[in-house]
């Protein structure tokens, strides 16, 4: 885009043109005032520094005036298009700006639309696939590993996520994940709650998070992602599926089918109910005579 300049985090500044004149002015003061409310409301810590960082980048990007307008968001989000910014990068750093729009009551300057994921389509992992990559782990004697593959696919954590996963998480039988950056309170099926605290008891762990290294830090990334990769040979399952998003996304179809079940038993045993009254009360008799 031609008079581009750079902030000092390699964001394009958006030309007097591609912002509007228009529009509500934002300050670095209202970034921390509405990173301040998602804090209080549960935001965690790494989600909080992600978006002040976004934020900010945004912030600096505006011209001379800092106000967000009509045209504001798509021209910024051009702009980190042609940075070369991943598609899914951009999409997320226009939720980020979209929510903090929200929050200012500016709803008429968020960007809902996002660009489409080109050859971006994330292989669907079986549940039969999932099934072998837990036997995989067990034959392999690999706890950690076993218990990694369930708690994503049962519990639909992220990476970053994982640290929260402690003792005292399942001592109250209270484990706090993120949607969309607001935490929220989850329970843990008693079947895995039964598993994770008998692995606690047999490394010792009476506090804290329950993946590990030997140092006794918790687990990183990393070291999570490579030790479920490693089971796609044994467990013969395509290594682009065994990643951290795939069992996520299998816990995501899981949750969409028991909803979408139980949503069509729901209107099943609603009619049900209306036909008995019909047959008890109806102004229509069964042979369809008026009585």
């Known amino acids: 885009m031609s008079g581009q300049k750079e902030t000092g985090?390699?964001?394009?500044?958006?030309?007097?043109?591609?912002?509007a004149e228009a529009g509500v002015p934002i300050s670095l003061q209202?970034?921390?005032?509405?990173?301040?409310?998602?804090?209080?409301?549960?935001?965690v810590p790494g989600s909080i520094q992600k978006y002040r960082r976004d934020l900010t980048a945004l912030y600096r990007c505006l011209p001379e005036g800092k106000r967000i307008g009509p045209g504001t968001l798509q021209a910024w989000r051009a702009a980190l298009l042609d940075r070369g910014y991943a598609v899914r990068?951009?999409?997320t750093c226009v939720i980020e700006a979209n929510g903090f729009l929200r929050w200012l009551g500016a709803w008429e300057y968020q960007l809902e639309e996002q660009v489409e994921l080109q050859n971006d389509v994330q292989p669907e992992?079986?549940?039969?696939?999932?099934?072998?990559?837990?036997?995989?782990a067990?034959?392999?004697?690999?706890?950690?590993?076993?218990?990694?593959?369930?708690?994503?696919?049962?519990l639909g954590l992220t990476l970053r996520e994982l640290p929260q996963l402690t003792k005292e998480a399942l001592d109250r039988n209270q484990l706090a994940v993120s949607v969309r950056g607001v935490?929220?309170?989850?329970?843990?099926?008693?079947?895995?709650?039964?598993?994770?605290?008998?692995?606690?008891?047999?490394?010792?762990?009476?506090e804290g998070p329950?993946?590990?290294?030997?140092?006794?830090?918790?687990?990183?990334?990393?070291?999570a992602a490579a030790a479920i990769q490693a089971l796609s040979h044994d467990a013969q399952v395509p290594p682009e599926k065994c990643n951290v998003r795939c069992l996520r996304k299998l816990y995501w179809a899981a949750q969409?089918?028991?909803?979408?079940?139980?949503?069509?038993?729901?209107?099943?045993?609603?009619?049900?109910?209306?036909?008995?009254?019909?047959?008890?009360?109806?102004?229509?008799e069964a042979d369809g005579h008026e009585p």
Do not use: H
């Open 125 to 136: 992992l079986t549940r039969n696939e999932y099934i072998r990559l837990l036997t995989t």
């Open 89 to 91: 990068t951009v999409n």
């Open 30 to 43: 209202q970034i921390s005032q509405y990173l301040e409310a998602l804090r209080k409301k549960g935001c």
């Open 138 to 154: 067990r034959a392999q004697g690999k706890e950690r590993t076993y218990l990694l593959v369930k708690v994503f696919a049962c």
């Open 256 to 284: 969409k089918e028991l909803r979408e079940n139980m949503a069509l038993l729901m209107e099943q045993t609603y009619s049900r109910m209306l036909e008995a009254e019909q047959l008890l009360v109806g102004w229509e």
């Open 210 to 223: 329950l993946f590990v290294t030997r140092t006794g830090r918790p687990l990183n990334r990393t070291m």
């Open 9 to 19: 985090s390699g964001l394009p500044v958006l030309d007097q043109n591609e912002a």
């Open 183 to 206: 935490r929220e309170t989850v329970s843990i099926p008693d079947c895995l709650r039964r598993e994770l605290l008998a692995y606690a008891r047999r490394e010792n762990l009476a």
